[in-house]
């Protein structure tokens, strides 16, 4: 099995099984969590938005595949002359939308569409971040990234699945085995297989996940592992909780909760 192959198996797999779980996939499945990613665009100290901006030249045109909230489009329209931001969640553009208003940031537009589908121009920078792993036709993303960036690609890519810390939880909450996503050992094989030869810039450790509250930590589990209130799954969660969750200077985390780290994988196009 190819490189592209197996990503799109281990997507199909995971999707499959997550789906089982939930029933029904909700139309915009960011709804209940879409305003946990706004943020000031004039913030400092984000080490992410910093790589990133270093590597766009003032006045350079960005795509945004993904974008979310604006979390790294607004900051990074700063520095460019335009931002396109193509987003598939309703309630993620929204989020991005007020936000913009907020801070009088002009220079981003909103293609309310997933990537495959989206009718947008070539811009100088294609860029995205934590977007890979449930993309199945992996093969088509990139391609599509690389043909509509015409001097550089970046591609922000953890080295374990997102949700990888609460792998454990599901096994004991469902009783199953959880099956992983992609993600930055799974990605260069891809891009070796598309003969793209990337550069991987290592970003510092982001540290585990912290809760100000157990109900807060509660609730973000359940959600993470398809878990409905009132049933025997959560009970079983409340019953793991107890053990599971540790306390440290008033925030509570998962117990062996590992830091993660993002990368930054980029190469240029020759499109320009």
């Known amino acids: 099995m190819s490189a592209i192959e197996t990503w799109g198996e281990m997507v199909r797999v995971e999707h499959a099984q997550s789906d089982r779980m939930r029933g029904v996939r909700p139309t915009d499945t960011w709804s209940q969590s879409a305003t946990q990613f706004r943020a000031d665009p004039h913030r400092t100290g984000d080490h992410t938005v910093e790589a990133l901006r270093s590597r766009v030249l003032p006045g350079e045109t960005l ?32 989020v991005l939308r007020e936000t913009a208003d907020e801070y009088s940031i002009e220079n981003v537009s909103i293609v309310e569409s997933g990537w495959l589908d989206a009718d947008v121009e070539p811009a100088d920078v294609a860029l995205c971040s934590h977007v890979v792993y449930v993309v199945e036709d992996i093969g088509a993303f990139v391609r599509k990234m690389d043909s509509h960036a015409r001097r550089l690609v970046m591609a922000v890519v953890f080295e374990a699945s997102p949700l990888s810390q609460v792998y454990g939880l599901w096994e004991q909450v469902h009783g199953e085995m959880r099956h992983a996503l992609p993600s930055l050992p799974q990605f260069l094989p891809v891009l070796e297989e598309l003969g793209i030869q990337p550069d991987v810039t290592e970003l510092d450790h982001q540290p585990p996940r912290t809760f100000a509250s157990v109900e807060e930590a509660r609730e973000a589990v359940a959600r993470w592992l398809f878990i409905n209130p009132d049933t025997d799954a959560m009970t079983r969660l409340d019953h793991i909780l107890q053990d599971a969750l540790r306390e440290e200077n008033g925030a509570w985390q998962i117990e062996g909760a590992q830091p993660s780290r993002p990368n930054i994988v980029s190469w240029e196009t020759g499109h320009a």
């Open 63 to 94: 795509l945004d595949i993904g974008a979310g909230g604006g979390r790294l489009a607004l900051p990074l329209a700063l520095t460019c002359s335009a931002v396109t931001a193509v987003e598939p969640s309703p309630s993620m553009c929204a």
